[in-house]
């Protein structure tokens, strides 16, 4: 049966959190990843910093290739780049075609990934490449894909999120709660909060107005 899991991993660990070491303040979005003959291309939007100094940061690393701009939409920027095979870590695992990137958040400490494997054995295969490869990833979370009708439905833990942020007027303008103030409230780090709130939004958009729409 399909299963989602759930994982962290450090930012210092994940090649593209090297953004992180003079932009701390950014957020990044792992939008998909794809084989190419000489290493494996991210794509991936950035929040919270000029195109330039994206372009700047990631440069300088000796793993990346040919890193460009595809798109913008207001602050935010789709980039691509090429990363060689020595440097891509859990990019190359990614790759796998059991398993399918349902979602991956990143900020200064650690990144927050959604996968769907094609079985249990999938999920186990892909951590077993991982622990193989010296990526330290952390499961937080696995559960079987429910049947089709519900696949849309908001999970515990995205439900009590949304609630939650909803309800200390993180949704607000202006904000009258901040990110790092609800996770506190959970008990859990600002990423996965934020991962919680963006997968769960996800399903309400897909559940309320891709699938219900004529």
């Known amino acids: 049966m399909a299963t989602v899991a759930e994982f962290t991993l450090s930012s210092e660990r994940f090649p593209l959190g090297t953004i992180f070491a003079k932009l701390p303040d950014v957020t ?3 939008e998909r990843v794809i084989p190419d003959a000489n290493g494996t291309v991210p794509y991936f939007w950035v929040r919270g910093t000029q195109t330039d100094s994206i372009l700047e940061q990631f440069s300088e690393h000796p793993g990346v290739r040919d890193i460009r701009l595809v798109d913008s939409i207001g602050d935010e920027y789709l980039m691509r780049c090429q990363w060689v095979a020595e440097h891509d870590g859990v990019l190359d695992a990614l790759l796998d075609p059991e398993v399918v990137l349902l979602s991956a958040i990143g900020t200064t400490q650690e990144w927050t990934f959604e996968i769907r494997g094609e079985s249990r054995e999938s999920i186990a295969k892909f951590r077993q490449y991982c622990h193989d490869h010296d990526v330290p990833i952390t499961l937080t979370e696995l559960h079987a894909l429910r049947p089709l009708e519900a696949q849309n439905d908001l999970t515990e833990k995205q439900r009590d999120a949304l609630i939650l942020a909803f309800n200390r ?8 709660a901040t990110l790092q103030e609800v996770a506190d409230e959970f008990g859990i780090s600002q990423q996965a909060l934020a991962s919680r709130l963006r997968r769960g ?3 309400l958009i ?6 219900s729409s004529p």
């Open 206 to 211: 897909q559940n309320a107005l891709i699938e």
């Open 28 to 30: 990044v979005y792992l």
């Open 201 to 203: 939004n996800r399903r």
């Open 169 to 176: 007027g993180y949704f607000d303008t202006p904000r009258r």
